[in-house]
């Protein structure tokens, strides 16, 4: 047997170790963007208008990573403070400042806080509590609903909200998720299992009626609501206490060991992080498992079990001997490519096709949710030539790609000799948006792969070959 590789181009590029940033995936910041000083100690603050601070020119914060997304948790009484009008440029801002510091957004409009009678500012609007007065205002199971969300006007009202939410931002650039939030404190779900099931399917609709281009994702809360949402979204989900190892807690449970891994199986949603992202959040902050003892590798470990996409830390700092720890884990949360293998004939020619053969390995624990196109470009003294191909690479699941496919090149591409690069663009862009683990990635963010030649002489035969050996 002999290898035919040699006459053609074949190169398998060496697998990197480093962290890479990409679009979607890895740690948010919250309330706060790339560059901003952390909160300190064990508190963080959630629910009111974002305190912009001035830019401070860093790119990251000491103890946190870059981050690829922010997220905006907001009280709806801060967005529709009459009823009927919005205060959309608290959102627009939010979105202009994550592009700026090079993030896209996931938010989440929270119905109300919990304790309003001791803070309205976490409160329904005003505007609604005198339109219902304070009827009775808290659910059987723990207490948590401020209003009654079976009076009528709180679908009309909230659910109303949500459709205009989707009617200004569904599909925005910038926007990378909504959570579908429908009741309960801090819109965490706490009590949904006890909405009468016409209400909950209304107030559901007006999430997915409303946003068909942008990801939404559910609270885990009860069989009935998440089964519900999967008939009618590829919806990832989201929990909000990652890390709670506490046994002896007064929830009864512990949300790792007893809350979460039941909850994921009995609400159906096990599977649906191969179609919509998984998105955590910490239990208090970083800071508070480290002072209970709480096993980091243990927590980070079942949240790559479960195919995390994005972890909202609270913009408070990782402990400094976790940093290898959170490095291991940005390594596998969301996808992370490496091209393992590439292979296509050394000479091209204008107006003609080539084969050409890859492989691929998704070493991250999702796949990536956004179309990035996969793209070629010739680079040489002929000019540089762009072109891009069909391929879907949102269908990459964790694991191997194989794909067989043709270069076609265009007439016009001048002769002479080229570097043959490869990237994942960004939406209507030339420019690459995804970092490969994989030696060859050039400054301007495009892998070589090697080195071919584009001659002007017309051959009716496309260049073929066969991978394997003979």
């Known amino acids: 047997m002999k290898s035919i590789y040699g006459d053609f181009l074949s190169v398998y590029p060496k697998v990197t170790d480093d962290v890479l940033y990409n679009p979607g995936i890895g740690f948010n910041t919250f309330q706060r963007f790339n560059g901003d000083e952390l909160n300190a100690g064990l508190g963080w603050t959630e629910g009111f208008p974002i305190d912009y601070q001035a830019p401070s020119g860093k790119k990251t914060a000491e103890n946190f990573p870059y981050s690829t997304t922010s997220y905006f948790r907001v009280y709806w009484r801060y967005l529709e403070p009459e009823r009927g009008k919005y205060n959309w440029e608290m959102i627009d801002r939010a979105l202009a400042v994550s592009r700026e510091r090079g993030q896209t957004m996931l938010l989440r409009v929270a119905p109300y806080g919990i304790g309003f009678e001791a803070n309205k500012n976490v409160d329904a609007p005003d505007w609604y509590r005198e339109l219902v007065g304070y009827e009775p205002a808290t659910n059987r199971s723990d207490n948590k609903w401020a209003v009654d969300p079976h009076n009528p006007l709180y679908l009309e009202s909230f659910g109303g909200f949500i459709r205009a939410l989707g009617a200004r931002y569904d599909g925005h650039p910038d926007l990378e998720s909504v959570d579908l939030a429908i009741v309960g404190s801090w819109g965490e779900g706490a009590g949904t299992y006890e909405l009468e099931p016409e209400l909950m399917k209304a107030l559901v609709d007006s999430y997915t009626d409303s946003f068909k281009r942008t990801f939404l994702l559910a609270m885990l809360t009860d069989p009935g609501s998440n089964g519900y949402i999967l008939t009618k979204a590829d919806a990832g989900y989201r929990f909000d206490c990652l890390g709670d190892l506490s046994t002896d807690s007064n929830w009864g449970c512990a949300h790792m060991l007893d809350r979460y891994p039941q909850q994921i199986i009995k609400c159906g949603v096990s599977e649906a992080w191969k179609k919509a992202p998984v998105s955590m959040e910490v239990c208090w902050v970083m800071e508070h498992w480290l002072r209970s003892g709480w096993d980091v590798d243990y927590i980070i470990d079942q949240s790559l079990k479960w195919h995390i ?89 964790p694991g191997d790609t194989f794909i067989e496919g043709e270069i076609f090149i265009p007439e016009g591409v001048a002769s002479g000799d080229y570097e043959l690069q490869i990237a994942m663009l960004k939406k209507d862009s030339d420019d690459p948006a995804v970092k490969f683990a994989s030696e060859g990635r050039g400054p301007d963010g495009w892998h070589t792969l090697g080195r071919v030649t584009v001659q002007d002489e017309r051959d009716p035969e496309r260049f073929r070959f066969d991978l394997y050996y003979e």
């Open 309 to 397: 996409s994005t972890f909202n830390a609270k913009s408070s700092a990782v402990p400094d001997q976790w940093k290898p720890n959170v490095d291991r884990w940005l390594k596998k949360m969301g996808y992370r490519f490496a091209l393992r293998h590439f292979v296509c004939p050394p000479e091209f020619r204008p107006g003609r096709a080539a084969e050409y053969k890859m492989w691929w390995e998704n070493q991250g624990v999702a796949p990536c949710y956004r179309d990035y196109p996969l793209a070629f470009r010739l680079s040489g003294g002929g000019g540089k030539y762009i072109i891009k191909t069909p391929i879907d690479i949102r269908g990459w699941m």
